[in-house]
């Protein structure tokens, strides 16, 4: 026992006085995305960078990859971790959808079940007994006609938006259909010329110069709209020329009235297979209607 323990406090004191005969510490290589390696000794001791060894080179140990600060392991046992940090991808911000406010939607759905009732009721019935009796070209004669009067919202609304092109080709159109077209019956400028009707209104012209639509409003009769193109149909109305022609506004009201079964003539079925094909009509319409409107305003900018 007292040599066991003499030969004990002996090589303890031998370790304290030659440390370096201690086994070595493990050594932990950490091989980091970038391009450095770094070691850490187990004990939590720094340890001096030293030169990597020539001959071993990462074709020997393909684990292994050369540290651009000069970091090397030489002492095993060695524990290599190889960090592999995946790209992080950017965070995609889904954009808010571009919707219509609608504060007035409980009186807006009355009023679009009401026209609902309306067009399948009274216009459908009139338009398609009306598309039965009167041939397709007189119709189109017809609505050409009402076009051809209505030039000047186009022609004013095109000045008032610097779109002088459009402004040109809506006074080339009202003097051709005007003379060789019959009084508008017929449409030579876009036949023969294939000069196109430039489709503007006052509620474009306030978009245009960066009003926006406010708030949804489906109007009684008149349909879709917003509080910015309600505004505009009332400037359209002191531009068009019908409303100086016909005094008297029962007439007004019968002769617009004519036009819109006349135009409805030509569309039967469309409002059919939209809602059909709709969740929600009510929505879906909403939102189509903002949807054109802003394409409208957009496209002439």
Not at 252 to 267: G, I, K, M, Q
């Amino acid at each position: 026992m007292r040599i066991s323990f003499r030969l004990l406090l002996l090589f303890t004191f031998g370790l304290i006085a030659f440390p370096g005969l201690a086994p070595a510490e493990p050594e932990i290589l950490i091989q980091l995305p970038f391009t450095e390696t770094l070691v850490a000794q187990a004990s939590g001791f720094p340890r001096e960078p030293v030169q990597p060894n020539p001959d071993q080179t990462s074709e020997a140990n393909p684990n292994l990859l050369e540290s651009s600060a000069g970091y090397t392991v030489s002492d095993p046992p060695v524990l290599m971790a190889q960090l592999k940090a995946p790209i992080e991808k950017e965070t995609e911000i889904e954009e808010r959808p571009d919707t219509l406010a609608d504060p007035l939607e409980p009186v807006n759905r009355i009023f679009f079940h009401v026209n609902d009732k309306l067009y399948f009721w009274a216009l459908k019935p009139i338009a398609s007994g009306y598309r039965v009796v009167v041939p397709e070209d007189v119709r189109l004669g017809i609505k050409n006609a009402f076009s051809n009067l209505t030039t000047p919202v186009r022609l004013v609304n095109c000045l008032l938006q610097a779109n002088f092109k459009g402004a040109g080709n809506e006074t080339i159109r009202f003097l051709l259909n005007s003379t060789l077209g019959l009084a508008g019956f017929l449409d030579p400028a876009k036949t023969e010329l294939r000069i196109e009707k430039r489709d503007e209104d006052f509620g474009q012209t306030l978009g245009s110069w960066g009003l926006g639509p406010a708030i949804y409003i489906e109007w009684p009769i008149l349909g879709a709209s917003n509080l910015r193109d309600t505004i505009g149909y009332a400037g359209d109305l002191f531009l068009d020329p019908k409303t100086y022609l016909i005094q008297s506004v029962p007439v007004s009201l019968a002769v617009r009235t004519y036009d819109t079964v006349n135009e409805t003539s030509f569309r039967i079925g469309e409002y059919e297979d939209f809602k059909k094909n709709a969740l929600d009509p009510y929505i879906s319409k909403r939102e189509a209607y903002h949807q054109y409107r802003k394409y409208k305003i957009k496209e002439r900018k």
